[in-house]
């Protein structure tokens, strides 16, 4: 059964950093490309990075360009999505999400992938 577990959400103000941890279970992790995204209520869920599974290249929104770094740690089955300089409109759930069969043109497509987690909660103040 696949598992995926967020966690390291919380209350930061803006300008600061925090770091969300994503946890796989019930996956061979090495064939999984891996994401995460972010969703508000009543929007949504949008794409905020991506990791794929065989070279480690990696994809952002725009949005999030330059201030989060995605990474994964394949030994130990965990995706890392490090957030610098947060701004109030990066509060958001977000959620860890894993796929095997992904393609380039889906990446940022919430229906490419196959497994989510529960998400995490960031708030940000201003």
């Known amino acids: 059964q696949v598992q995926l577990v967020e966690s390291g959400g919380g209350l930061v103000q803006a300008g600061g950093s925090l770091t969300l941890f994503c946890t796989a279970s019930g996956v061979t992790f090495t064939r999984y490309t891996m994401a995460w995204f972010r969703q508000v209520p009543g929007k949504e869920r949008e794409f905020v990075a991506t990791i794929s599974h065989r070279s480690g290249r990696t994809y952002y929104a725009s949005s999030v360009e330059g201030r989060f770094t995605i990474s994964r740690d394949n030994a130990k089955s965990t995706v890392k999505l490090q957030m610098n300089n947060l701004k109030p409109e990066d509060a958001a759930v977000y959620f860890c999400?894993?796929?095997?069969?992904?393609?380039?043109?889906?990446?940022?497509?919430?229906?490419?992938?196959?497994?989510w987690g529960q998400g995490t909660q960031v708030t940000v103040s201003s």
């Open positions: 999400a894993a796929s095997s069969t992904i393609i380039l043109s889906q990446l940022r497509s919430p229906s490419a992938y196959g497994y």
